[in-house]
């Protein structure tokens, strides 16, 4: 069963609200809400074009293997992931957010980096945090997660952690502060760059949509 239009890998959420009207702008309208059908391959209004559902940290495997021609994945996960066999031409500019280390309030970060202490670390983002404190010198044991990581240090589990933060009302709910600001954080166009190729035709036209409905955002 072989597709020949386009696939472009999402996830649902907030990247998938996002991209909805940067999708409108290269016309191009899901026939379903993945929010609430259960299906993972959606439909749109072009018989050449197909969603694909997908983990937010799955999406660059699925266009880096080929099976979706594009995605859209927060510089976060291509981090992690390492961006292999990935053209990424545009930056979208949606699901801003910021990386940042936070620890328990009261905790004396400052102090610690400074005595050179080692530093327990707990975060999904194990590569970033890696850099992030290489790159001050500090030693860490890092911890890996998958989510929640703010519940780590209340329980003892870490010392810090490296998260995503928008509005910091997760943090603060659970007594934690922001420390440090690693990286400023949105999510990118990704193409496979074989699909790119072939397919220029049916992809090309997508870029070029998004490029400028981003270019003409406020
Ligand atoms: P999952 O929820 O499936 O475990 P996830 O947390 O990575 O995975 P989302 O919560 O949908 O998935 O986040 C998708 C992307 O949105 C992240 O990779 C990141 O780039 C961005 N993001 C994450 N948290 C925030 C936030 N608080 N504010 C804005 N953007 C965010
Ligand atoms: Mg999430």
Do not use: W
Not at 31 to 49: F, H, M, Q, Y
Not at 203 to 214: L, M, T
Request: hydrophobic letters at 40%.
């Amino acid at each position: 069963m072989t597709y020949t239009g386009i696939t472009l890998a999402l996830s649902k959420g907030r990247i998938f609200e996002e991209t909805l009207p940067l999708l409108a702008a290269a016309g191009i309208t899901p026939t379903e809400n993945p929010e609430s059908s259960r299906k993972l391959i959606i439909g749109t209004n072009r018989a050449d074009v197909r969603l694909i559902i997908v983990r937010a940290s799955d999406v660059p495997t699925y266009v880096q293997y080929g099976a979706a021609d594009l995605g859209i994945a927060g510089k976060d996960v291509l981090n992690e992931h390492g961006g292999n066999g990935l053209y990424q031409p545009l930056d979208l500019q949606i699901a801003c957010c910021r990386m940042m280390v936070a620890v328990r309030e009261g905790y004396d970060y400052a102090g610690t980096v400074k005595q050179g202490a080692r530093i327990r670390v707990a975060t999904k983002y194990v590569n970033a945090a890696r850099e992030h404190f290489a790159g001050k010198g500090v030693h860490i044991d890092l911890i890996k997660l998958y989510g929640s990581m703010e519940l780590a240090p209340l329980v003892g589990l870490s010392d810090v952690i490296v998260d995503l933060v928008s509005t910091g009302g997760t943090l603060k709910a659970n007594g934690l502060v922001a420390v440090e600001h690693i990286s400023d954080i949105s999510s990118r166009l990704i193409v496979n760059q074989a699909a790119l190729k072939l397919k220029r035709s049916l992809i090309q036209p997508v870029i070029d949509g998004f490029s400028s409905a981003v270019g003409t955002r406020g």
